[in-house]
């Protein structure tokens, strides 16, 4: 496999014998080209070196003076926290059994064979590349603006940043072994635990799904949950990614019932002018209707001979009468440059129905005064 200059590899080698260290660094090098070795004769020059300078992977024989590779490494994991691996010729299970506990990332016995160089080369890279995508996913998840946990039975096992904020909370580590469902509104609580444990017991439930939430403050939000099943320390468990919808969903409630409130003036509207002789309708800029009575889309249809809906293009609908439309076009134009436009205007086929209007025409502004319509 061809390795590119972002695939170097830093590597501190530790061996109290100079000369098996020197042979080392050569068929690593040889073997994983992209291997950078440094070989040190003892723990403290070790101590001192990294100290003055970055590794990625420290490389540790065991038996040696004064320390022994293990609290060697244990040492630099406690500093530096990079990958360790140790690297011995008297190695037993019991000396692993010891490397593994004091949180080494490998453990590797020295042979004869020469090969046996080449395994330890792929070893070092496998516990870098690994240690470099552990940092890169836990800074994604940390990073992350929705707020991710895994939940265990209920109980959280794994929180970010975000879902310590979305809950109110300074440092997620509040969370870890303590119930999700201390945060569930009450009236959703049973549903949120029964989908939560029915799903690692393998059975179906929804991917997404949103539920109520009270943050430390008392504040209620609402978060929409996707949730997958997976596999954590051996056992069943929930991943969820939470967002928090909570303006969203307000937005969309603002948004019905100004539906709701717009319908009934339009109702009362037609209601008023049902049996009045008057007709309504508003355009946007593009003079498009937005509104219009019965009385008016009856009057539209006599007059030219078609039928308007809410969207109905105005320029349109009486483009087969182009001196109507002249008439039309010139007053609505007026008015969406601002103008009110009080005026007798004659309308229709002069072979038909034709009729005089007296025909009061405004603008219509948003809240910041800007023209987005108008209205007759």
């Not at 037993?92 to 020469?114: P, T």
């Not at 440092?171 to 635990?193: A, H, K």
């Not at 969203?248 to 509207?269: D, G, I, P, V, Y």
Request: proline share 3%.
């Amino acid at each position: 496999m061809p390795y590119g200059a972002h695939d170097t590899i830093r590597v501190l080698l530790v061996d109290d014998e100079a000369t098996q260290g020197e042979l080392t660094a050569i068929n690593l090098r040889h073997y994983d080209p992209n291997l950078t070795v440094t070989a040190v004769s003892s723990p403290s020059d070790a101590l001192n070196i990294l100290d003055a300078q970055p590794f990625d992977c420290v490389v540790s024989d065991y038996q040696m003076p004064k320390m022994n590779g293990i609290c060697l490494c244990a040492e630099v994991k406690r500093l530096m926290g990079i990958p360790c691996i140790l690297y011995t010729g008297r190695g037993s299970e019991e000396v692993a059994s010891d490397a593994y506990s004091a949180g080494l990332d490998d453990y590797i016995r020295k042979e004869k064979e020469i090969s046996h160089f080449q395994v330890l080369a792929k070893r070092i890279r496998a516990a870098v590349e690994k240690k470099r995508v552990d940092e890169l996913y836990r800074a994604s998840v940390e990073g992350a603006r929705d707020g991710l946990c895994i939940i265990q039975g209920v109980n959280v096992v794994y929180a970010n940043q975000a879902m310590a904020g979305i809950l109110g909370l300074k440092d997620p580590r509040e969370l870890i072994g303590s119930s999700i469902m201390r945060w569930v509104v009450e009236m959703e609580r049973d549903l949120v635990r029964d989908r939560t444990l029915n799903r690692q017991r393998g059975g179906e439930e929804p991917k997404v799904y949103e539920h109520g939430i009270r943050r430390a403050d008392g504040e209620i939000r609402t978060l929409e949950a996707f949730v997958s099943l997976i596999n954590y320390m051996g056992r069943p468990a929930s991943l969820v990614f939470n967002h928090d919808v909570t303006e969203r969903k307000r937005a969309e409630e603002t948004l019905r019932r100004s539906e709701s409130l717009l319908r009934q003036s339009n109702e009362l509207l037609e209601a008023v002018t049902r049996e009045a002789e008057v007709i309504i309708a508003t355009q946007d800029a593009s003079l498009r209707y937005t509104y219009f009575n019965e009385a008016y889309r009856d009057e539209v249809e006599r007059l030219s001979g078609k039928r308007i809906e809410i969207g109905s293009s105005m320029v349109d609908t009486v483009a087969h009468m182009p001196e109507q439309q002249k008439i039309a076009l010139d007053e609505w134009s007026r008015v969406l440059r601002g103008e009110s436009v009080d005026s007798i205007v004659e309308f229709g086929d002069p072979a038909g129905y034709r009729r005089t209007y007296r025909s009061l025409k405004t603008p219509l502004r948003d809240a910041s005064g800007k023209i987005i319509g108008a209205g007759e």
